[in-house]
C-alpha cells in the first residue's frame, strides 16, 4: 500500500526567508502523482502545486517549488520570500495514475508558522 | 472562481443519531470525494462517487456511512447512528476529470461533534 510521510510536524520560518518541507512516500508504481496541499485556519483545503513523476523537472508556482528525487521517493516542498499568509497546515498527497485508484493519500501535514 | 460549498460549518448531534452533511460540488464536476479529518491527525479518505454510484469506499466507510447524489446539483454524506469516535472535519471534494493530475478541489468542511 502506498503511504505518505512527512517527518516534521511543525516548522517556523522568519518572514521573507525560505523554508523547505519534507515528504517521502512508498510506493511500488512508476507512474504517479504528487500534491502539496495548504490548510490555513480557514479549514479549505488548497492546491499549491503538482507533479508528475514521468515529468524529471521540477514543478514550480511562483514562491512555491519542489524538489522531487523519484529514486529517493522524495518530494519536498520549498517556499521563498515567505510571507504571513504562508502560515497554515501542509500536507503532501500522492495519487495513482491508474484510472480505477483515483483517490488521493495525504501524510499526516506539516504546521508552518510565520514569525514577523 | 467556482467553489466546493460545505453546509452546515459545524454539526453537534448525540451519539446514536443520524446526520447529513451537505455538498455542493463545482458545477461542471463529474467526480465527487468525501475525506475525513479527526482532530490533529491526518486527512483520511472515505468513498469516492462517480456516475451515481460509489467508485471506491474505505474500510472506514462502513455500513453506518451512506452517500447521494439526490439531485443534479448536492452531494450528501449520511451517517446512520452517530458514534463519539465520528467526531471530524469531514470535507467534500470534487474532481473535473478522474485521477492522474487532476486536483481534488475541497470545501471548507463540516465540523462534526458527537456528544
Known amino acids: 500500500a502506498q503511504t505518505v510521510t512527512q517527518s516534521q510536524p511543525e516548522m517556523s520560518v522568519q518572514e521573507a526567508e525560505t523554508v523547505t518541507l519534507s515528504c517521502t512516500y512508498d510506493?511500488?508504481?512508476?507512474?504517479?502523482?504528487l500534491f502539496w496541499y495548504k490548510q490555513p485556519p480557514s479549514r479549505q483545503m488548497i492546491l499549491v502545486i503538482r507533479?508528475?513523476?514521468?515529468?524529471?523537472q521540477n514543478a514550480t508556482e511562483n514562491r512555491f517549488s519542489v524538489n522531487f528525487q523519484k529514486a529517493a521517493k522524495s518530494f519536498s516542498l520549498k517556499i521563498s520570500d515567505s510571507q504571513l499568509g504562508d502560515a497554515a497546515m501542509y500536507f503532501c498527497?500522492?495519487?495513482?495514475?491508474?484510472?480505477?485508484?483515483?483517490?488521493?493519500?495525504f501524510g499526516k501535514g506539516t504546521r508552518l508558522h510565520i514569525l514577523p | 472562481e467556482p467553489e466546493v460549498t460545505q453546509t452546515p460549518s459545524h454539526q453537534v448531534t448525540q451519539m446514536g443519531q443520524e446526520v447529513i452533511l451537505h455538498c455542493v460540488p463545482i458545477?461542471?464536476?463529474?467526480?465527487f470525494y468525501w475525506y475525513r479529518q479527526i482532530l490533529g491527525q491526518k486527512v483520511e479518505f472515505l468513498v469516492s462517487?462517480?456516475?451515481?454510484?460509489?467508485?471506491?469506499k474505505s474500510e472506514i466507510f462502513d455500513d453506518q456511512f451512506s452517500v447521494e447524489r439526490p439531485d443534479g446539483s448536492n452531494f450528501t454524506l449520511k451517517i446512520r447512528s452517530t458514534k463519539l469516535e465520528d467526531s471530524a472535519m469531514y470535507f467534500c471534494?470534487?474532481?473535473?476529470?478522474?485521477?492522474?493530475?487532476?486536483?481534488?478541489?475541497f470545501g471548507n468542511g463540516t465540523r462534526l461533534t458527537v456528544t
Open positions: 471534494a470534487s474532481s473535473e476529470l478522474r485521477g492522474g493530475n487532476s486536483p481534488l478541489h
Open positions: 510506493t511500488s508504481e512508476s507512474d504517479y502523482y
Open positions: 507533479q508528475e513523476a514521468y515529468k524529471q
Open positions: 498527497a500522492y495519487r495513482r495514475s491508474l484510472n480505477r485508484d483515483d483517490k488521493i493519500i
Open positions: 458545477s461542471n464536476h463529474l467526480y
Open positions: 462517487f462517480y456516475n451515481n454510484e460509489i467508485s471506491e
